[in-house]
């Protein structure tokens, strides 16, 4: 999934008007480019993840919007590069990057290690997230929650669970009424924590 033809054809945008296609192959390359070389914690190449999340928002949760799938791929491209926003911004705008920008911790945007407040700081900028970012941010916890048992690292997992119980879980389900790709994450992410918290039993 290392190639800009690969994560183009995730987007899914034969259908798309052509300055939407344009927009889609532009954000395909931008992808490729900023998440080249970072590794997941799993072991595997950064990029597989976002183009995952597109893929749940397609499949999934029903998402056709062209900028939506776009803020899907690039979602954590703040997150693994900060110093990219100049070039996101020139090729899609600042209102996308404003976008990103919402969606990304505030010790990543400004290069700084994370301190104790930042947990709190997260928390909080979450809650105020509009309706599409939330939709992306719920198809990343749906994947990460799928990906979580191959992360070597038990704290890692123990924060995530925390982070899905105490912020995104009650979030999602008020939500849920707002647009049918919400419920529609709502319940995939409520079914997919149950079943982590099964295996997790059984095991």
């Known amino acids: 999934m290392a190639n800009t033809p690969a994560v183009t054809d995730e987007l899914g945008f034969e259908d798309w008007p052509e300055l939407d296609r344009e927009r889609g192959r532009h954000a395909s390359s931008l992808a490729t480019t900023?998440?080249?070389?970072?590794?997941?914690?799993?072991?595997?190449?950064?990029?597989?993840?976002?183009?995952?999340?597109?893929?749940?928002l397609r499949n999934e949760l029903g998402v056709t919007d062209p900028d939506l799938l776009t803020?899907?791929?690039?979602?954590?491209?703040?997150?693994i590069?900060?110093?990219?926003?100049?070039?996101?911004?020139?090729?899609?705008?600042?209102?996308?990057?404003?976008?990103?920008?919402s969606m990304t911790p505030d010790h990543r945007l400004e290069r700084r290690p994370k301190?104790?407040?930042?947990?709190?700081?997260?928390h909080s900028k979450i809650l105020t997230l509009g309706p599409d970012e939330l939709l992306v941010r719920l198809a990343d916890r749906i994947d990460n929650l799928r990906d979580l048992r191959h992360s070597p690292d038990p704290a890692r997992r123990a924060r995530f669970l925390d982070s899905l119980t105490r912020t995104y879980l009650p979030l999602a389900a008020r939500s849920r009424d707002v647009s049918a790709p919400?419920?529609?994450?709502?319940?995939l992410l409520t079914t997919e924590h149950q079943r982590h918290a099964e295996a997790e039993t059984a095991t």
């Open 81 to 101: 590069s900060p110093s990219a926003e100049p070039l996101i911004e020139s090729g899609l705008g600042g209102a996308f990057v404003q976008q990103l920008r």
């Open 34 to 56: 900023i998440y080249a070389g970072h590794v997941r914690d799993q072991g595997t190449p950064y990029i597989n993840h976002p183009v995952r999340v597109v893929t749940i």
């Open 115 to 122: 301190q104790p407040q930042d947990a709190d700081a997260w």
């Open 182 to 187: 919400l419920r529609a994450a709502y319940e």
């Open 71 to 79: 803020l899907g791929l690039l979602h954590d491209a703040l997150e």
